[in-house]
């Protein structure tokens, strides 16, 4: 059961792995950073728990860690407690979501592995907005689909704000990378996957007219210029979703969720959708 520890210096060096997120915020391609997995709230600190990944640490306010007594049942990690101002004294911000935890980073699943159970795949071209990012992942986890693939030019989906935009999902969604691209689609055909490039090029076809059925990949690109050409050449079909109003294309998280559904990658898994 998780050691609860009371804290009330913020420079207490037990509070490293949370200190100063606000700038450093422990990416690993940034100067100190540790490239730890860092939740935030109540929700996704649960869906961590949960996880694979090895946790290392729980802050919080008390009321926070206690909503947390169930969970923490089974955690053999310390959680400290603190005050408000003590938190955000060392975190660097001041923390709405009253608590944080902190974990190891675990290898992702080798693309034959992911690709041998999966019947839905997302596969992303340069997304390199960490909330597009966690939106996809969110957008994936609710309609099925079973993983993701990251081409070159993806953020990490293990920043902090990719996994507290997806809700902590991106904790429970496979992902792995896939490069290069588009020579690595060749592997997903081999294994069964037909390979549909998202894209509003007025040459694609409408989703509608896509069938849904057997194992598919979908190609979906960066907010702006979208997929590659060369990516879209690789695919076997380029679909798109039919706009309204002249309106030419829609966020990126937005439209996969929109091809998800429309595709029926995920079937019905009987979950209701949280507005808000």
Known sequence: MAQVIEVDDPADPRLDDFRDLSTADRRPDRPGGRGLVIAEGVVVVQRLLAS??????????????????????????????????????????????????????????????????????????????????????????????????????????????SVRVSMGHVLAVPFAPLDPLPQGLARLRAAGFRVLALTPRADSVPLSSVDNGGRVALLLGSEGPGLTDEAIAAADAAVRIPMAREVDSLNVATAGAVAFYALGLGGDAGGTAHQG
């Open 52 to 161: 694979r990944y090895p946790v290392r640490a729980l802050l919080g306010v008390r009321r926070r860690v206690e909503a947390l007594a169930e969970e923490l049942a089974g955690v053999d990690a310390p959680a400290y407690v603190a005050t408000a101002e003590v938190m955000a004294a060392a975190v660097g911000f001041h923390l709405n979501r009253g608590v944080l935890a902190a974990a190891d980073r675990a290898a992702p699943p080798e693309l034959a592995e992911l690709t041998a159970s999966a019947r839905t795949l997302a596969v992303l071209e340069g997304v390199g907005d960490h909330e597009n990012l966690g939106s996809l992942f969110r957008n994936a986890a609710a309609l099925g689909v079973d993983g993701v693939l990251l081409g070159p030019g993806c953020s990490d989906p293990l920043y902090r704000r």
